[in-house]
């Protein structure tokens, strides 16, 4: 399984930007799929998880209200819409597959990152 995750960049605090991951994989549709975020000095977090259906869709506490995962299966992508950013969601932002079910486990498969930025 491969994950090319892009969308990132530079914004002001409050705007928005949509992050996608392609997978290189034959049975998307069977991973769940997952965005996590490390910042500077810190540890590494799930963001948001989304079942292979999904029908079930985890947001962390940080972002609920603000960030919407979704993912089509027809086209290998998850994406993750930003909204009302915030100087503390900047962080290096990856794509997560698992064969397993439930958003909230361990992910085998890791994209390369991408960078978001938020400044105040």
């Known amino acids: 399984v491969q994950l090319q995750a892009s969308g990132g960049g530079l914004v002001q605090a409050g705007g928005s930007l949509r992050l996608s991951c392609v997978a290189t994989?034959?049975?998307?549709?069977?991973?769940?799929m997952g965005w996590f975020r490390q910042a500077p000095g810190k540890e590494r977090e799930l963001v948001a998880g989304?079942?292979?259906?999904?029908?079930?869709?985890y947001y962390a506490d940080s972002v609920k209200g603000r960030f919407t995962m979704s993912r089509d299966n027809t086209k290998n992508t998850v994406n993750l819409q930003m909204n009302s950013l915030k100087p503390e969601d900047t962080a290096v932002y990856y794509c997560?597959?698992?064969?397993?079910?439930?958003?909230?486990?361990?992910?085998?498969?890791w994209g390369q990152g991408t960078l978001v930025t938020v400044s105040s």
């Open positions: 989304i079942s292979w259906r999904g029908s079930r869709i």
């Open positions: 997560a597959a698992d064969e397993r079910v439930g958003v909230l486990n361990d992910y085998t498969y």
């Open positions: 994989v034959r049975t998307f549709g069977i991973y769940t």
